[in-house]
């Protein structure tokens, strides 16, 4: 196999934006050559990441994306993997390069959702469960997490006020970031007097739908060195599955997809969690934070709750985790995330992080999962 | 000469979503035996997740069970706003290791549904399954 590498990563701000689909997704592409220092000429496959296409009316956005950048002879592949598009797009577009059919591609996530409004996200976004047990007997995306939330707080005494605490650490970190959807300091008592969305879990609980587009650019060894002095290497990829409805899954409190998929990336990076310097993992409810970071083997089982107290996963705690603002202050413009929590980490290992920047980091991980964690993957990457 | 069925339109058949939802109507489970291993599976799986093997016999299991986690929805997908606030549960059935997940109506705090209550299957509708408090 290739040793494969990330030359460059751009990103849309997140949050409500007017421009259309194309447009977005093309900014972010168009800053990830700009980054990388290439002409498109150069990109031999697309990876475009993308589920609800069709509220900004253009699906297949593949050819359209490699048409407005001039290679419309340029193979391209839109995938949809609900939450989990981005990291799924970027790894196909990793294998690829790999496997030696590509030396550069690159790797796109887009969503364009917030002009459709609450009602419309509410319900489309329950067609990513496995609808004929969840979504088509009233569950909504919080209730799904909130149900989560409920046997964790029960199992583990955790409490409400910790599960704020996590949306209180990502706004702190989102608050450094200009990208970030919801770019606002926030306090526990801010979260528990917030409305009840899908008890226990309340709005801030929740990461906001958001509009956004993020992009990197992968090639072999051989190319970053003769184009860049300035990138990252892929060391690790897994993937994983879990039962699509939560009622297939023996513990309620754990997401089978990430422990395989984290285990299969640990191996094939040949690091263990301690190795890891910093993490962007799928908070897409404060919820999801703790249960990741356990299946992740940053915490014990249980333990995530403690250590999230103790600041361990702070910005300048041993394992800070999303440093970005997470999905739940960065945003979630759902196609767009995977591949975004790759710019973070890119940016993060180049030096371009600003003020919300990890001290001394080398290795960091991304996380990021479809739906309830049906689907996962996770990435690796060190500096070089 | 009549051309034999497809061993997916053989499977298809047994699986139809109907007889699953038939069953949901009297308040019973349809679930599929691994005739090799025993596992037993809801009605919507065409391959055993323990073994692999493709035959299965009927198992009808009574819709009773316990509540294992559930959340009560404020905001709600469409066509459910006239129902707010409900309940979806993830209930444990009795006697197997099955869980099954549906909507429950009148429920408007935790203190309506502590964990542990025992409930059950009353029906299928456009609100999905339907679990009560026993």
Redesign the interface.
Same mark, same amino acid.
């Given at each position: 196999m290739e040793k494969v590498c990330v030359i460059g990563a751009g990103s849309t701000k997140y949050g409500k934006l007017q421009d259309s689909i194309t447009d977005i997704a093309l900014q972010a592409s168009v800053d990830a050559l700009e980054s990388a220092g290439i002409e498109p000429k150069k990109i031999q496959a697309g990876y475009i990441s993308n589920v609800f296409g069709i509220a900004d009316k253009q699906v297949h956005l593949g050819p359209v994306i490699m048409s407005n950048l001039g290679i419309p002879e340029v193979p391209s592949l839109s995938i949809e993997s609900a939450c989990g598009s981005g990291s799924i797009s970027f790894r196909e577009a990793y294998a690829n390069v790999a496997a030696g059919f590509y030396d550069v591609v690159l790797a796109t996530g887009v969503e364009k959702v917030t002009h459709t409004g609450?009602?419309?996200t @509410? @319900?489309y976004f $329950?067609y990513c469960s496995d609808f004929?047990?969840?979504?088509?007997?009233?569950? $909504?995306f919080?209730?799904?997490f /909130? $149900?989560?939330a409920? /046997?964790y707080l029960?199992e583990f005494k955790a409490t409400e006020e910790d599960l704020a605490m996590v949306a209180v650490k990502n706004h702190d970190n989102g608050f450094l970031n200009p990208k970030a959807h919801l770019r606002k300091k926030i306090t526990v008592d801010d979260v528990l007097k917030s /409305? %009840?969305?899908? $008890?226990?879990?309340k709005l801030y609980d929740c990461c906001p739908f958001s509009d956004g587009a993020s992009a990197v650019i992968l090639c072999n060894e051989k190319f970053a060195k003769t184009h860049s002095k300035n990138y990252i290497e892929v060391i690790g990829s897994g993937r994983g599955g879990s039962p699509a409805?939560?009622?297939?899954r023996?513990h %309620?409190t754990t997401i089978p997809s990430t422990k395989i998929a984290a285990q299969a990336a640990y191996k094939m990076a040949g690091v263990t969690p301690k190795d890891i310097d910093f993490a962007e993992v799928h908070d897409c409810f404060t919820i999801a934070e703790l249960v990741d970071t356990e299946d992740l083997g940053f915490f014990e089982k249980g333990e995530a709750v403690e250590a999230l107290r103790q600041g361990r996963t702070r910005l300048n705690g041993d394992i800070p985790i999303n440093p970005s603002g997470g999905l739940k202050s960065k945003g979630h413009p759902i196609g767009a995330t995977g591949i975004g929590q790759v710019v973070e980490v890119f940016d993060q290992l180049t030096g371009k992080a600003g003020e919300r920047t990890v001290k001394d980091a080398k290795i960091g991980l991304t996380h990021n999962f479809g739906a309830t964690g049906a689907s996962c993957a996770v990435h690796i990457f060190k500096s070089v | 000469m009549q051309a034999a069925p497809s061993t997916y339109s053989k499977v298809y058949k047994l699986l139809a979503?109907e007889e699953f939802i038939n069953n949901a109507k009297l308040g019973k489970v349809l679930a599929r035996k691994c005739t090799r291993c025993g596992y037993l599976h *809801?009605a919507?799986t065409y391959f055993c997740q323990n073994c692999g093997n493709k035959t299965f016999e009927n198992a009808i299991i009574e819709g009773k069970g316990t509540i294992?986690?559930?959340?009560?929805?404020? =905001?709600?997908?469409?066509?459910?706003e006239k129902?707010i606030p409900?309940a979806? =549960? =993830?209930m444990k059935l009795d006697k197997t290791?099955l869980?099954?997940?549906?909507?429950m109506g009148g429920i408007k705090?935790?203190a309506d549904l502590p *964990?542990g209550t025992k409930a059950k299957m009353t029906g299928y509708d456009e609100?999905?399954?339907i679990i009560e408090k026993l």
């Open positions: 609450t009602e419309w @509410t @319900t $329950s004929f047990y969840e979504g088509g007997a009233g569950a $909504s919080p209730g799904l /909130a $149900s989560m409920r /046997a029960a /409305a %009840i969305v899908a $008890s226990p879990l409805a939560l009622q297939g023996e %309620i | 979503k *809801l919507t294992m986690t559930y959340t009560i929805i404020t =905001v709600s997908p469409e066509g459910y129902y409900y979806w =549960v =993830v290791d869980r099954i997940s549906g909507f705090s935790p *964990l609100r999905g399954i």
